[in-house]
């Protein structure tokens, strides 16, 4: 219950802040560039000498091994900057792989895939998204076909949005498999381990996303009669769909903390413009027209910190219930990120939407998170489901319904 | 850093949310129809029988002694039902009365005020509001003075907005001083404990606000030569601003709390009525035109929860920083209140805007929560110019500002 | 495309605005009291000697003829008393019944109807809308039905929400038919002109709704074994579906006209008082947070007032094309007017949310226009249907799709 | 008042919208690629030859001489593309110079620089806008000088965010002047027309804004003792501020105008999607989720399309009622064009952020336009004070204050 961190964390997250502002910012691209691959792995060294490097990872993998409900403070520190993330080794896709491959992966292939992953070695990329009509704001419509043969399986399909596979050194491969008679494989969906440079996987044409903080684009993936041996299934085959739901909660609540730590950036540089600025000769601070924005922004700030610390402890403590909770986070907080930087844009007028300040682009690095992940309208989509169904249960349970009426149009409890 | 209650208070929560779905919700007078007192006393009984009576207040006074970090769930439980509080003796103004007395009241005072209004054998009301241009939304305005005079003080004023104050025994007056020289008393404004039978307070006409859950009504208060002892002083004299903020940061979010609930009730009809009625041969729950609504609603009360459950966390461990929060807190929570049972109202239709259903009352209920306790434009300014003060201070610690542009119009970083 | 009124009708709504002004506003009850009917009359023989009563209505029967293209401004200069339609005789539903007897009835009909109706003599009521799950948000649900007897039909069924039932002298009520054979008479719906003290209908219990503008409540209706002869059929047997359709168009137009004109008058309220009061200093209506409230309203009211007109001359000149925008501008026009007197509310603070000012009354009277003649929700199902068929017709008459993507994710135009 | 245009204007419209459906949008570059200058010409001819080229030119100059209340249905078919405005040679900065031109020049002046762009053959640029604290939002805070000097003026100066300025032939160019003893010559502003390449005037740094529909980008402007002889005075010296408001009103408008045209597209693009596609087994227009949005959609395009046409007819008959209707035009219009791109990008998912649909382009050209001829929030400030002032005067000419409260509280018109 408490809203703050343990003095061990918090020195951390000092420690995360002077980071970014004295090392990473001085060396961020110009606006709508990409971050150069040298240029990573330098400032990732000096993440490591300066104790902020991979936060989330188990120390036994290299990591600081803080515990899910401290991440929100960290990760909102390094997301101040658009690169930070990519420099403490806690950007997606490769968080939520490191995060899944702690969880699901045998030693071999933590050893294998886990440990350089963690070190910032190597990138990875998540191959679940599919061309329409196949896997994408609906995973079970997944279209990949994983068959089983000998020693292994063959996988032959179509991906699409694969983010990272440019660079990556290997891909969490996801596909459709039968049911397995005699080796108690359900029907289901299968996680597979592939390096990029298997015969059978082909990076094809990158689409040209508004972001530009994600090294590796975002590619279309042909698969063609890939073989995968059997120790490079991810868990067990036929659980894929269940493996799915343990990366996207906390993948899409780490988003929602990042992101929020490029809109306080965005908010700090509105900030810093109303009060350094004039308008009809009053400081524009003073002025009711920026109050209005500023105040906005602080509640979308506010309010978005706390559903995700709270998503957050939920998922280290509930699982299920986190998940639910988060679908809730992810539709806040990616709407208020996308509201709090477009009013920071607003104050900075002219040069809001010029290169002479970052802004712009960073509406175009978040612009994206309203849709990938699920998308606004379909987390709404489930979240009224699952209160519907959450009222049945209650009514079935013994409640009395409350909306009633009397068919002739008697008032209730007339009698007082 | 938990979401969930400790086990003790989970069990206080599950025994209040029996107690008001059985025995409060059955005996609430028709809609736009105030407790009456009697009901209420019996109903206060049947709440100390059943253990879930004042959870708020110090055992030693005859309550639960919960601490204010884990008030949220159970407010809101109480406030499922608009006369829920008043049964547990949870309602405002007598609860903010409760936390000030608890906090500054000797113990003389404790006896003699604090310990019948715990008990639910009196109640009391807050005289700070006054007409224009006296305090309001600007409590710095006030014009209610109080000269020292042998042995106490002369309280001379006008009130207004003073809600409960037709039926309270006693009421916390506050009043503007002057310094007294040689007593160490500093200008600022005191409080004073006053029986509502004193010569010299009278209760003027009633204000008819849209609510009805508040047992006594707004009116105004004419205050004419009162005497007031100095045993009757709350507090220190001279520091009664301080002591506001002590009643206000809270007072505040127990309003939230509380309305939280009523907002979750008006949901759960919404809810129901989706889930029991079809249109244009559909059930309403599989309607786009219904989802948008539900999942709106949702989100809505899940983001107070948690700014809410937050700032209760903070107000337990740094009080200022909470009072900071609880401006925030005051916003969301007040217009999302308001926006969730709108759009219960719009999904139970006709029935919504009739006394068939209570849910156009629960509307006239919160509707002056966005005015009282500091209205949104007012907290909207406040955040504003805190924010603002906030960053100039980041600033002027050696951080660098993040609006500047070249003059000449320049790339930033054009070597890149 | 003239936005300016000709001559001859910009001298009307002058007169119009200086009769609600001088003598209507004076004359309004208390907020939340119904103006008696006595009083109404008084009022409407001053409306005729000021030479503005009845503006809709045709010169014969007693109105002043002005063609529906020219309506919005008058109606809206009505609306700003809560009673000024009342006391110009174009309140509903008793106008829009004008309206459709004017298009539809015999001479006859009109002579025994719309003369007195006209003329203020009498009111009226409007009887489709049904408990659930009859006739709501659905007409074609109706499950009112009328059979085919000797020298007419025989009706039976149950109506709701019949505003105006409790005082109305005649009710308009529509019921399901049977084709007859041998007639011509189509299945569908029939409308009849029924007295209310006819033997076989009957008033049944009042929904007590929020607002007190329409006299004669909102009642239930029971119709058991009501003989209608045939002169008393409105219009054709059997296309009652379709007068309804000429009714509704119009009909929820005029309601944005008249409560634009109560949105506006709590503007003005909400102006007053920013001009009249300070807040830390300032005058209201400098501080931003007051400022940003009132933009608002200006910008729902003008574009409020553009769609309304837009619709209002296109029901003049292509009904069908009217009818499509009216759903448009009643869901921008409800929900505006129910925004603008929300925020003048916030902008007189405590005053606001008590009888002190009648503003807490006007929220109340226009809060189920949102509601009725097709909820927000309702509307917005059946426009997006419109916009999909509309589209999906453009196409089919061979316009180039202009969603279509690479299957391979090749850039569009890659050649450039 | 009609809402249809007449019918030679009707075949006009319907004549553009043919030809940029099939002659202009296939020529369209790739998103955030500008048009090339000889491919602009090439497509002008084709425009010229087939009756569309300049609708808003004066028919002595080239253009088909439609009046201002005719423009918004011609533009809007034109701005379906985002470069058919400059096919047609009605988009800024060129579009309101032609019309200021069209009003001030003398015929000299109009031979010379009105003729040629009218034609197409050269483009323009508008020199207001300066650095921070020089003319923004404020114009009044105008800095650059024109000093009296023998048969003309001198200019000094620094201009900036100066659009089309890279490629343009001649600018009109704002400076702020002293009065001119024995001349009558006010203290004020003063507009000339100065050839680009003009000794003493440099385009400095382009910003790079995030649209691409303007040529010639939006770089700083440098002036250095420029000579401008008296023959290229615009107008009178000392009116400038006045001239601009003749540019500024009708300038923000025909924004509106071309960017309702973009949105429209967009819009379709989304309904085209909704139709194409299936998502969890139903088409994708069926879905509530995509409903909503489709809904809003239509709502901000049919009342943006209104308050256009009512500002644009009401500045054909009143120029000052017009050009304070098109301030609250221009924030509606630019925050809907906004909203309805947003949204549609959304309902294309994926596609919709990346460069296979022109969608997030789209956005980018149309996101400066809630900053550039006025901010939405220095509208909104301007708004509420041109509110204020207005019911002030009411007040002033004896209309009753509607906020005035008893002091004691009584109710208002107790007696009833």
Redesign the interface.
């Known amino acids: ?4 961190l343990p003095d061990e964390y918090e020195a951390l997250r000092l420690r995360i802040r002077a980071f970014i ?1 004295e090392e990473v910012i001085p060396a ?4 709508g ?1 990409s971050l150069r691959r040298a240029d990573r792995v330098a400032l990732q060294n000096q993440a490591k000498a300066a104790g902020v490097f991979a936060p989330h990872v188990a120390k036994e993998y290299g990591g600081l091994g803080v515990p899910i ?2 991440w929100p403070a960290l990760f909102m520190e390094a997301g101040y900057s658009p690169i930070g993330p990519a420099v403490l080794n806690c950007m997606a896709p490769d968080e939520g792989n490191m995060h899944m491959l702690g969880q699901i992966a045998t030693e071999a292939q933590k050893e294998r895939f886990l440990r350089p992953l963690a070190a910032g070695e190597v990138t990875s990329c998540f191959g679940m ?1 599919e ?3 196949g896997a ?3 995973p079970t419509a997944l279209s990949t076909r994983a068959e089983r043969v000998a020693g292994g399986w063959r996988v032959n399909g179509h991906k ?2 694969i983010s990272g596979a440019l660079n990556a050194s290997f891909c969490v491969l996801m596909a459709r498999n039968d049911a397995v008679e005699g080796e108690g494989v359900p029907a289901g969906a299968t996680m597979f381990l592939v390096d990029m440079d298997t015969p059978g996987i082909r990076v ?8 530009s903080a994600i090294e590796g684009g ?3 993936l042909h698969i063609e009669d890939l073989f995968v041996p059997d120790e490079l299934v991810l868990g067990k085959p036929g659980e894929g769909f269940a493996y799915a739901q343990v990366r996207l909660g906390p993948g899409r609540l780490t988003h929602c903390m990042r992101w929020l730590g490029l809109a306080k ?1 965005a ?14 000769g009053s400081p524009l ?1 003073e ?13 979308d700030l ?2 978005s ?3 995700t ?3 957050s ?2 998922l280290g ?2 699982h299920r219930a986190g998940e639910k ?1 988060s679908s ?2 992810k ?2 907080c990616s709407e208020a990120i996308g509201r709090i930087i477009d009013r920071s ?2 104050l ?11 802004l ?1 682009q960073f ?2 690095e978040v ?2 998170f ?3 992940d699920g ?7 489930a ?3 699952r ?2 169904s ?3 249960r ?2 079935e349970a013994g ?5 009633r ?10 009698e ?1």
């Open positions: 219950m408490s809203a703050a502002r961020e691209p110009r606006p560039v409900g401290y998204t061309p329409h009509p994408g704001s609906d699409r949005f094809g044409n990158d689409l040209h996303a508004t972001d975002h590619p279309h950036r908010h700090d540089t509105a900030l810093d413009r109303a009060n350094s600025r004039e308008l009809f601070r002025l009711g027209v920026a109050q209005e924005l500023l105040a906005l922004n602080e509640i506010e309010t910190i706390a559903i610390a709270r998503t402890a939920l403590e509930d909770l809730i986070a539709v806040h844009i607003q900075c007028g002219g040069d809001g939407v010029t290169d002479q300040l970052p712009a509406a175009q612009r994206p309203r849709i990938y998308s606004t309208e379909t987390h709404k989509w979240i009224a489901k209160a519907s959450r009222r049945r209650e009514i409640e009395k319904p409350l909306d009426v009397d068919p002739e149009g008697r008032s209730p409890r007339g007082r």
